[in-house]
């Protein structure tokens, strides 16, 4: 018998085959140059940690700057040509650094190579604001039903977390015995296969709903207006889908409630769990593999309950979890709690695809996503932000006790970060309204939209007045 060499379906599998290796790439590169800048451009220097996080600022720049208007042109465009010219971009703009990487670093000097690093971050973080959302909005055409959508957000999960398990091992040895260039070139080429696997699908019969080519669906026609017009209903038909915003909220309080753990864990592992600091690798590879299982499981999970149950159980299962974290003092039983943690905590994400793709009608994807994902990444940037100000001014030399049970600083704000959290999952419980179709969802908008061309119905139940439906 053939072994079945296919994930969901063969076109699925294609994009995901792409994905796979541009995201090991992308792992490359990022710890490279943040490897390189800071032990070769900056070795020594007092600014080398201003330089390195230069290049996370770049990166968030274009997210937050780019990613919201991005939306706006991928809902005009054929998403799968969008897919491939970005891929196209970044391609040519790593191979691009790649040839000046092959430059001496003492042959410019440490400003223009910093300038270099930036630009090329910023400019590849922006050829993916338009990348994201077009994947997105052709993930619903070769992908239908909740449990398998939640199992293609799972398989992308899983694959991006052992992308970050494989990538940063192999970024150190080809730095330092190859080079740089050559870590950017295994980069370059990583897009270059993922340009050809996305070329690939749907050569046959599209499950993408579009021609022989594969383009995806068209959208229904509507008319066009300027830039700002278009952007302006993309913001008004969010605002106006209940289900849309109270998924936004959620994911913003989730922020909240989990970032302090990027910013803070590191302390919280040599401070409460008494651990050296070399150990803090493990807490990151328990977390990995914590988010490779709970990818692995929650196409099952969504399957049994649901994703709009999935994603209240999956709140208030890590809420309840990141308290019990925050009382840890050992540091296998933390490691082993933080594994645990991270399950439910990727289940909550692959359950909010399915609803994200629900929610969005097909003309809309693209600016749906070009809201979440920007707000959500600045809520993850505040989250960091305001644990680290916390923990070093409000709350530094914080101790107390209640009930004979001692608190510090840091396992202070995760505490309250897992209430946050089970908060929400209440919210989430009570609130979420209900989920209409795509097609339910279009339609309302043609009526309520500034564009629209009819008129809109005299009633409607409360969860669809408002356009409402990962």
């Known amino acids: 018998m053939t072994p079945r060499l296919t994930l969901i379906n063969r076109d699925y599998t294609r994009l995901w085959f792409g994905q796979a290796v541009s995201s090991v790439g992308d792992a490359v590169f990022s710890t490279t140059l943040v490897l390189w800048v800071a032990t070769v451009?900056?070795?020594?220097?007092?600014?080398?940690?201003?330089?390195?996080?230069?290049?996370?600022m770049a990166s968030s720049a274009a997210v937050l700057v780019i990613g919201p208007l991005a939306g706006v042109f991928v809902d005009r465009w054929d998403k799968r040509a969008t897919m491939l010219l970005s891929e196209a971009v970044r391609g040519a703009l790593v191979a691009l650094l790649t040839v000046v990487s092959f430059l001496p670093a003492d042959a410019l000097p440490a400003g223009v190579w910093l300038a270099l690093v930036y630009a090329t971050v910023l400019l590849l973080h922006a050829a993916g604001q338009f990348f994201s959302p077009a994947r997105f909005a052709i993930l619903a055409d070769l992908v239908t039903g909740d449990a398998d959508r939640a199992r293609?957000?799972?398989?992308?999960?899983?694959?991006?977390e052992t992308a970050w398990i494989i990538g940063p091992p192999l970024a150190a040895p080809l730095l330092f015995t190859a080079g740089l260039q050559w870590a950017l070139l295994f980069n370059a080429v990583s897009y270059g296969v993922s340009y050809?696997?996305?070329?690939?699908?749907?050569?046959g019969p599209s499950a993408t709903g579009g021609d022989a080519r594969g383009a995806s669906r068209?959208?229904?026609a509507r008319p066009k207006g300027g830039l700002r017009r278009e952007f302006t209903d993309g913001l008004r038909f969010f605002a106006r889908s209940r289900f849309l915003v109270a998924l936004l909220l959620l994911a913003v309080i989730g922020q909240f409630g989990i970032g302090a753990l990027s910013t803070l864990n590191v302390f919280f592992t040599t401070d409460n769990l008494h651990a050296e600091a070399h150990l803090y690798g493990y807490v990151g590879m328990a977390m990995g593999i914590g988010g490779i299982t709970g990818a692995l499981c929650a196409g099952r999970v969504v399957q049994w309950f649901g994703a709009r149950r999935s994603t209240w159980i999956s709140l208030l299962v890590s809420g309840v979890l990141l308290v019990a974290?925050?009382?840890q003092?050992?540091?296998?039983?933390g490691v082993a709690l933080?594994?645990?943690f991270t399950v439910p905590l990727t289940v909550l994400n692959t359950?909010?695809?399915?609803?994200?793709?629900?929610?969005?009608?097909?003309?809309y994807r693209g600016r749906v996503m070009a809201v979440f994902y920007p707000v959500t990444k600045l809520a993850s940037m505040l989250s960091a932000v305001l644990s680290g100000w916390l923990a070093g001014s409000v709350l530094h030399g914080f101790t107390g006790s209640v009930g004979g049970v001692s608190f510090g600083p840091i396992d202070t704000i995760f505490a309250v970060s897992g209430l946050v959290v089970v908060l929400s999952g209440v919210y989430a419980w009570l609130s979420l309204p209900g989920t209409p179709t795509a097609d339910e969802a279009a339609a309302d908008t043609a009526g309520k939209d500034a564009v629209g061309t009819a008129a809109a119905p005299a009633h409607r139940p409360p969860h669809h007045e408002r356009g409402s439906i990962e």
């Open 41 to 56: 451009l900056a070795k020594d220097e007092t600014w080398a940690p201003m330089a390195v996080s230069g290049v996370l």
């Open 152 to 160: 293609a957000a799972g398989i992308a999960q899983a694959t991006g």
């Open 196 to 203: 050809i696997a996305i070329r690939a699908i749907g050569t």
């Open 218 to 220: 068209k959208p229904a």
């Open 325 to 327: 974290y925050s009382r």
């Open 329 to 333: 003092s050992g540091f296998l039983a």
């Open 338 to 340: 933080l594994f645990v």
């Open 351 to 363: 359950a909010m695809a399915p609803l994200l793709l629900a929610a969005a009608p097909p003309d």
